[in-house]
Nanobody
Framework: VQLQAFGGGLVQSGGSLTLSCKVS????????TAWFRRAPGKEREFVAY????????YYADSVKGRVTISKDNTKNTVSLQMNSLKSEDTAVYYC???????????????????WGQGTLVTVSS
């Protein structure tokens, strides 16, 4: 299973950025996916998840209202649209796929068995 995340970069505060994650080896129609992030000097934290059906999403309070997770089953890709970016959003963002198929996702890292390499988002103030 391989996850390739891309789309990170440098953006000014208040700007927008879309991250994408191409998954191979797992069909996203059957697996929940999520995004996590690790800010400098901090532990990795949950950002958002989307269920395998695609009907339900869930966001961390810190990003709610500014971030949208979505997926394209035809391309086996999950995306994270981020708006109104703040300096505290600066982090390496990781996409993750659930360890088990057809399982309701959670915010726990342990429930995700496959991880991308991370893509750096830097928000300048």
């Amino acid at each position: 299973v391989q996850l390739q995340a891309f789309g990170g970069g440098l953006v000014q505060s208040g700007g927008s950025l879309t991250l994408s994650c191409k998954v191979s080896g797992r069909t996203l129609s059957y697996y929940a996916t999520a995004w996590f992030r690790r800010a400098p000097g901090k532990e990795r934290e949950f950002v958002a998840y989307i269920t395998w059906t695609g009907r339900t999403t869930y966001y961390a309070d810190s990003v709610k209202g500014r971030v949208t997770i979505s997926k394209d089953n035809t391309k086996n890709t999950v995306s994270l649209q981020m708006n109104s970016l703040k300096s505290e959003d600066t982090a390496v963002y990781y996409c993750a796929v659930a360890a088990e198929r057809l399982r309701t996702p959670t915010i726990r890292e342990d429930d995700y068995g496959y991880w991308g390499q991370g893509t750096l988002v830097t928000v300048s103030s």
